[in-house]
């Protein structure tokens, strides 16, 4: 028995480590810090929207003809003022060489009449003519200056025709569809092609109603392109139709992008995003800063001279990957710094030591 009892002890002894005293102090929990900064959180709201040109037309003729030249086919780019397609114009060349004809004639006679009435003059002051005669020579030479005011407004009305038969583009873009082909007659208004102008995008979005309030005219937004890698680019609202969609109660938004590289085509899917500003500013927070407590409540760990506090807060909202807070009791200003890890375990006063690679020394 007295053997039993030895040995027993000793195995005691041995599963009792020297360093397991009640009085030891642990050592220092290892976290991560960030630091608290006052300010107004932003919300991201992120909306579906489709690509659409900036100017999408329909080049249609101004006079009727036929197409002897066409340049252009779908997918083309042009310039504005090139010459998309041309009409045959030598019947209307001709009309404009028989009216600049007739103009030269007229233009004879009148020089003729002109000297007649100089010497009428003489000799009506002669007297040897009388009144009516004078009168009749002014009368055929205004007579010859009207006709040939008529012949050089034809001559101007055929110029013109001549030079709306030849179809130029009213602005830069791409050839969508040629709607005519060589040989073809086409009327006055008819369509020759479509075009798009693509070096601005307008992306259109439909946007709530209960968020239409938080959009306004010019400010920005980022646009994303699923369809192209690292596709996110700048924008601006341009457009705020003031006419809401029946069905689905969302109003049209136009936002703005700049495509000089084409990369952007008409028809393509795009996210939008607005950062809305939260309409109070306080003191934001890491959401990992913020540990909930079983009661519906939370709290964050400030850390003061390497030591845990606990401060109980108020969330006010949430802003993304940040907190907007209160706090209920004790001090908590921005430039503290919180725990964001290791945080969920500490206690009040306990030391704390900043985890290699992490925010930094706490003040």
């Known amino acids: 028995m007295l053997r039993s009892r030895a040995l027993f002890s000793l195995l005691l002894c041995l599963a009792s480590p020297v360093y397991a005293q009640p009085n030891a102090t642990p050592p220092a929990a290892l976290i991560v810090t960030a630091t608290v900064e006052q ?106 200056l009207q006709e ?33 082909e060589l040989g073809q ?15 601005t995008i307008q992306v259109m979005t439909p946007v709530p109603e209960q968020h239409l309030s938080q959009v306004k005219l010019g400010m920005q937004a980022r646009v994303n392109f699923d ?17 809401a969609d029946l069905a689905s109660r969302t109003f049209p938004v136009q ?34 800063a913020y540990v909930p407590r079983p009661d519906g409540g939370g709290y964050v760990v400030k850390i003061h001279r390497d030591t845990a506090r606990i401060i109980p807060v108020e969330l006010l909202q949430a802003a993304g990957g940040s907190f907007l807070v209160r706090p209920l009791d004790g001090s908590l200003e921005a430039g503290n710094r919180v725990a964001i890890r290791g945080n969920e375990r500490l206690r009040e006063g306990q030391q704390v030591q900043e985890a290699p690679g992490g925010g930094g020394s706490a003040p």
């Open 39 to 144: 300010g107004q959180p932003r919300i991201p709201r992120t909306f579906a929207a489709t690509a659409e040109p900036r100017y999408m037309a329909r080049v249609a003729s101004e006079v009727d003809g036929l197409v002897e030249f066409l340049r252009v086919r779908r997918g083309d780019q042009v310039a504005r003022g090139e010459v998309i397609a041309r009409l045959r114009s030598y019947p209307v060349e001709l009309q404009r060489e028989e009216a600049r004809a007739r103009l030269g004639e007229v233009q004879t006679r009148i020089a003729k009449a002109e000297a007649d009435l100089r010497r009428a003059r003489e000799l009506h002051s002669q007297r040897i003519i009388s009144e009516e005669e004078l009168q009749a020579r002014q009368t055929e030479l205004d007579a010859l």
């Open 227 to 243: 369809a192209l890698p690292g596709g996110d680019f700048s924008g601006e609202v341009t457009a705020v139709v003031p006419q």
């Open 148 to 180: 040939a005011s008529r012949n050089q407004a034809s001559i101007r009305l055929l110029q013109d025709r001549l030079e709306r038969m030849s179809i130029r583009a009213p602005f830069s873009g791409h050839v969508v569809r040629a709607v005519t």
């Open 255 to 288: 936002v703005s992008v700049a495509n000089p590289e084409g990369k952007i085509l008409a028809g393509m899917l795009a996210r939008v995003t607005f950062m809305r500003d939260l309409d109070n500013p306080g003191l934001v927070i890491p959401k990992d």
């Open 185 to 199: 007659w086409v009327d006055e208004g008819e369509a020759v092609v479509e075009l798009a102008d693509l070096s």
